[in-house]
């Protein structure tokens, strides 16, 4: 047990770090009603917490270097907590975004590097891969089981009482920490590189922050675009969306050029740029990328077929993910044998084929009846491909790296997952939106039940996007603006079909960009990696 203490401490302290977000996001309602807000402003403090964690991430592991991972470490777990205590306690949306978006967001930069290098300083060998293993499926599995703990919490209790259970959990690792081995410290510690820290969070924070706003604002096309006061944020008629992710590549180019600068006097850097052109770590990275994408493009999908279409509630629908929890956290604690065997580019790519057969059977099982055996199936299929590929992630990248290093690649790994995830909400929430938009009016334009001026009075009122609802809502919806029974009928029908559609053409895209990231495999290790017999591990 003494053994993988250390381990147990560093799992708790990555669960909660993932926990929280998938809570919020099935209670979002309750959080509505609590505050006196509206969805939208909820909304926009999920999107303020993923924003804080990508843009100062990088940052966050570089204070590990230079105030020592444990430091850091016990840092982050502190301003967590004043978060999480925040929250719970929140007023209104003001506290809310201070509390969870900013304060946790802030926390959790420096603690989620600094646990990939405390596994480094715990562990080593098969031990250690064993552990990357561990540490993935604990976040994956966070994901998944999260709906169910903040579904019963929300509905049976409060949606507080799951911040306030964070509160003690950080506590008690607080508490235990001092059972891990301390991580080495830096002989000279560096000095942050402020302009650096600079160019990289604005950076990031505005190509992350573009490509959330995609699926609400439009790709290229203006859709419900942003306002101040009466006017609206259109660029020569076009959405806002390109020019803030081109925005934020260009001050990632700015950043390059600054670090290219920096290393050339002789400076401290934010980010050690060798870390990029080792190929291993570079094939992680972009393998974690993609592995995100098509998770959190799933995790989109199907909170959207079992509560909107199906009518479940936050509860049920947790319980109906909970295969894919189980699976995807056994192939993670199982990946690390296969991998004393098999190379990592082989286990990587039958995790993404996996995700691939799963992807197309739950594209089959979507019905406006539930087909309870082949849902469950697919998702233990699909936790099995995830799982796998989490197994192996994250020993690649941390072992590709230099010992001194495991910071900095902790940093990149944190950056690459929230880059992912982002990616993935709005690739997937895009073609589901553009599926229902355009296979609703498609069917509207040639329903013969439907007179003329109803068919333009639904185009006008569909002009700046459309709504993910229930076909319930639609039926009234149609009722109240003075629609006739049969009317109501008939469209309901067509947004109900075009919705069904339109979560089926969203599965497939995930299963299409899985099939897709096959590709960042090629230059994942070819070989098993066979590390020295731990014998007396350091833990």
């Known amino acids: 047990m003494r053994r993988w203490l250390p381990l147990i401490i560093l799992a708790a302290a990555q669960f909660v770090m993932v926990l929280d977000s998938s809570v919020m996001n099935v209670s979002i309602s309750q959080i509505v009603a609590d505050l006196d807000t509206t969805v939208t ?9 993923t924003l804080v964690m990508a843009a100062f991430m ?52 420096l603690v989620i590097p600094a646990i990939a290098a405390l596994i480094a300083a715990n562990y080593e060998g098969k031990d250690r891969a064993f552990a990357y293993g561990m540490i993935g499926g604990v976040a994956g599995a966070a994901v998944a089981v999260g709906p169910v703990i903040g579904g019963y919490v929300t509905t049976e209790f409060t949606w507080r009482l799951v911040f306030a259970g964070e509160v003690v959990i950080v506590i008690a690792v607080l508490l235990f920490r001092n059972k891990m081995h301390k991580a080495p410290k830096p002989t000279s510690p560096p000095k942050l590189d402020y302009v650096g820290a600079a160019l990289s969070a604005i950076g990031l924070g505005l190509l992350v922050f573009g490509i959330l706003k995609s699926s609400s604002w439009g790709w290229i096309s203006p859709i419900a675009a942003p306002t101040i006061g009466d006017h609206e944020i259109t660029p020569f008629g076009f959405s806002i969306v390109p020019f803030l992710i081109v925005g934020g590549i260009m001050f990632l ?67 109906r993910l909970l295969p894919m929890s189980i699976t995807m956290l056994l192939a993670a604690l199982a990946g690390p044998k296969l991998g004393a065997k098999i190379a990592p580019q082989r286990i990587a790519r039958a995790g993404l084929a996996v995700m691939v057969l799963a992807a197309l059977i739950l594209v089959g099982t979507i019905d406006i009846e539930l087909n309870g055996f082949w849902f469950a199936i697919s998702l233990a299929l699909f936790g ?29 790994q944190g950056t690459a997952q929230n880059l992912g995830a982002s990616l993935g909400t709005a690739l997937i929430g895009s073609v589901l939106l553009i599926g229902l938009l355009s ?15 109803v068919r333009q009075q639904i185009a006008a ?10 076909t319930t809502q639609v039926h009234a919806i149609v009722l109240d603006a003075g629609g006739s029974e049969a009317e109501a009928d ?38 098993p990696l066979t590390p020295p017999d731990p014998g007396a591990s350091s833990a």
């Open 41 to 49: 402003g909820v909304q926009g403090a999920i999107t303020a917490y």
């Open 58 to 109: 990088l940052v966050g592991a570089k204070l590990g270097d230079i105030w020592g991972r444990d430091k850091a470490f016990a840092i982050g777990l502190a301003v967590y907590g004043v978060g999480s205590l925040t929250t719970a306690l929140s007023p209104n949306l003001t506290v809310l975004l201070l509390g969870w978006s900013g304060i946790e967001g802030l926390g959790a930069v």
């Open 253 to 319: 180019w700015a950043f390059a050029g600054w670090e290219e600068g920096q290393e050339r006097r002789g400076r401290d850097t934010l980010l050690e740029r060798a870390l990029l052109k080792i190929t291993p770590l570079r094939a992680g990275l972009a393998t974690l990328v993609a592995q995100q994408l098509v998770l959190m493009g799933t995790f989109f999908v199907l909170p959207v077929y079992l509560q909107v279409v199906l009518g479940l509630d936050a509860f049920d629908t947790g319980k």
């Open 384 to 412: 099995v491909g995830v799982g796998l590929l989490l197994s192996q992630l994250g020993n690649v990248i941390m072992t590709s790296a230099p010992p001194e290093k495991t910071n900095e690649a902790g940093g990149l």
């Open 439 to 453: 296979g609703f009016n498609h069917r509207i334009a040639t329903n013969p039940d439907l007179s003329e001026p």
């Open 461 to 470: 009122a569909t002009e700046d996007g459309i709504e993910i609802v229930s």
């Open 490 to 527: 008939a469209i309901t029908k067509d947004y109900g079909d075009a919705q069904l559609q339109a979560l089926k053409t969203a599965m497939l895209a995930v299963a299409f960009l899985a099939f897709l990231s096959i590709i960042f495999t090629r230059r994942l290790p070819d070989k």
